[in-house]
């Protein structure tokens, strides 16, 4: 048996109290669920049972928000022991974080943010990161983030950055998508190029999204919002990360409000996997034509 054909890629959604009736009852059809781990770290009793139960029944990640790991300040060590407690506990198929940073000098500034791209924080993500597989035994996904402002003082552009993380520490891609292109659209660069210079073999998880035009600062900018259908391109970059990537692919579709009918959630998830079949295809059909040549 050729190795793409052990390949198993699955598809599902990000855990919400809006969407949980329909996800329990369209569970046949959605691969795994993605759950904010963040909103767990302090919750009653039951609704830790209750995330337990869940994970009995699919497969589940936990995501985490606020660790801030890609910051020259260190993680602080309470988070990274409620995440661990939060893992032993639904032993998830994965866990992952952001290479963002989100607090500095004792400011929560209640945001995702890129910090500048840079050797000290690409050292300081590294410390976080080893400082976190130490504690909690497990080594995270690493998310790429989306931004409004090329983040002032980089000396390196983004692609570049993650890889050398990536290459720096023992962690696995999350590659969000619409992240990426948002950063590809708002900053022009060519997000097919972005994804040829990852590590084929150091993706791991997807995320998928949708968004909206605003100005910013007199600008149009591509807001990363979850509140919209994941659009049409997103998809084609599934369809080009399916054709490079070695290994099998978890991809979540996010979606933090404006709630559409599960039915459409499900759409979106056939469209997914149409995606990456293709890609699959592609990378088949790519390889044979290698072996004749």
């Not at 993605?34 to 049972?49: G, H, K, S």
């Not at 945001?111 to 410390?127: C, K, M, N, S």
């Not at 690493?142 to 692609?159: H, Q, W």
């Not at 399916?242 to 709630?259: N, P, Q």
């Amino acid at each position: 048996m050729s190795e793409m054909t052990r390949i198993t890629d699955r598809v599902g959604l990000g855990w919400r109290p809006n969407l949980a009736a329909g996800i329990l009852s369209d569970l046949d059809r959605i691969d795994i669920v993605e759950v904010i781990a963040d909103d767990f770290f302090d919750a009653p009793r039951r609704e830790r049972r209750a995330l337990r139960t869940l994970a009995a029944q699919t497969g589940v990640s936990l995501h985490g928000v606020s660790l801030g790991m890609a910051s020259s300040v260190p993680v602080e060590p309470k988070r990274l022991d409620q995440m661990a407690r939060l893992c032993a506990e639904v032993t998830p198929v994965s866990w992952s974080e952001h290479l963002a940073f989100v607090r500095g000098g004792g400011v929560e500034i209640g945001h995702l943010a890129a910090p500048p791209r840079t050797a000290a924080t690409i050292d300081g993500a590294l410390a976080n990161l080893a400082r976190a597989q130490t504690i909690i035994g497990v080594a995270p996904q690493v998310e790429n983030v989306a931004t409004l402002i090329d983040p002032p003082g980089s000396d390196c552009d983004e692609a570049a950055w993650v890889c050398d993380i990536v290459r720096g520490s023992n962690c696995d891609l999350l590659l969000d998508l619409h992240n990426l292109y948002a950063n590809a659209i708002n900053f022009s660069f060519d997000p097919v190029d972005f994804i040829a210079r990852i590590p084929a073999e150091r993706i791991a998880s997807i995320h998928l999204a949708g968004g909206k035009w605003i100005s910013a600062h007199g600008t149009r900018r591509l807001l990363d919002d979850h509140l919209h259908d994941v659009p049409e391109p997103v998809y084609e970059l599934l369809a080009e990360t399916a054709a490079r990537a070695t290994r099998s692919l978890t991809v979540i579709l996010e979606r933090d409000g404006d709630f559409p009918d599960i039915s459409c959630l499900l759409q979106q998830l056939d469209r997914a996997r149409q995606a990456l079949a293709h890609g699959r295809a592609r990378q088949v059909n790519e390889s044979e034509e290698e072996a004749a040549a």
